[in-house]
């Protein structure tokens, strides 16, 4: 079974800063998707990033990328120059590629606070 | 567009009770899933429904069940409710195209068993 793991409870990063989340997740397969979601208090689950495994190129959406080391099973979301409005949990997430599948497997998130 | 909307927004029950939880999925989207998130924690799949049948379940008991309605909104029924079934129920919808078609989550259904 796939598990996702997030060592970082807390973070706290300066406003207009850089801040990196990290994430490690253990997996037999060779292709999967990865994902990071931030929940604001609001309580929706919002997307972020995602990343094909078969893709070497790290995925970047504007102040957010990644860093994705295959082999080490890792799965780093970078945020630069953060705004207040970044502050919230944001959690790692695994896909199966299997057809049709809905599951994520989801870490137990890592709660940012932006400080002005 | 309209998104993902989930009612009621809180709920309180007995322990013993049962519940239903309702979920309109964003509009085009044909597949529901449903997750149970509990205080603290990361979402834990429930299950998933297409095409009006279950089609993938997490480690969830039986006295968790579900239904999808033609227009692809959702139920999620709770029965014999435990205290440790409160938690925060999120529901999300996808136009399944593939591992990579993005879910749209909506704002979840606080549950709380007393």
């Known amino acids: 079974a796939q598990t996702v793991t997030q060592s970082q409870p807390e973070m706290s990063v300066q406003e207009a800063e850089t801040v990196t989340l990290s994430c490690t997740y253990d997996t037999s397969e060779s292709d999967y998707y990865l994902f990071w979601y931030k929940q604001p208090p609001s309580r929706q689950m919002i997307l972020v990033i995602r990343?094909?495994?078969?893709?070497?190129q790290n995925a970047t959406e504007n102040r957010f990328s990644v860093n994705f080391q295959k082999a080490a099973k890792s799965f780093s979301l970078k945020i630069s120059d953060s705004q207040l409005g970044d502050a919230a949990m944001y959690f790692c997430a695994y896909r199966t590629p299997e057809g049709g599948s809905e599951k994520l497997v989801f870490g137990k998130g890592t709660k940012l606070t932006v400080n002005p | 567009e309209t998104g993902v909307t989930q009612s009621p927004t809180h709920l309180i029950k007995t322990r013993g009770q049962q519940v239903t939880l309702r979920c309109s999925s964003q509009?085009?989207?044909?597949?529901v899933s449903w997750y149970q998130q509990a205080l603290g924690q990361g979402p834990q799949f429930i299950f998933q429904y297409y095409r009006e049948e279950e089609n993938g379940r997490g480690n969830f008991p039986p006295r968790f069940s579900g239904l999808q309605f033609p227009n692809y909104s959702s139920e999620l029924n709770v029965n014999a409710l435990e205290l440790d079934d409160s938690a925060l129920y999120l529901c999300a919808s996808s136009r399944r195209q593939g591992p990579d078609s993005p879910l749209h989550f909506g704002n979840g259904t606080r549950l709380t068993v007393t």
């Open positions: 509009s085009g989207h044909n597949t």
């Open positions: 990343q094909e495994a078969y893709k070497q």
